[in-house]
């Protein structure tokens, strides 16, 4: 029975410690588009246990185009 607890258990422990661990999305670039609209740029972080460092992941782009409001 303790070998089966300890069979069971590292795995979990392993699992834990190399668990998906990530956060946003984030804004990380709002620039122009040279149009009249703006490019806006949003990426996860992920930290790396091995390096202990953070990664940038999952990069998207989106555009909008702003206008002039109208006066009703």
């Known amino acids: 029975m303790k070998k ?4 069971i258990a590292i795995p979990l422990m392993l699992v834990t410690l190399t668990g ?4 946003g999305p984030f804004v990380t670039n709002i620039s122009s588009d ?10 996860r972080v992920k930290l790396n246990f091995w390096t202990n460092g953070l990664e940038t992941c ?15």
């Open 4 to 7: 089966l607890a300890i069979l």
């Open 20 to 23: 998906c661990t990530t956060a």
């Open 34 to 43: 040279g149009r009249g609209g703006l490019n806006i740029e949003k990426a």
């Open 58 to 72: 999952e990069t998207t782009n989106s555009s909008i185009q702003l206008t002039q409001p109208t006066n009703k």
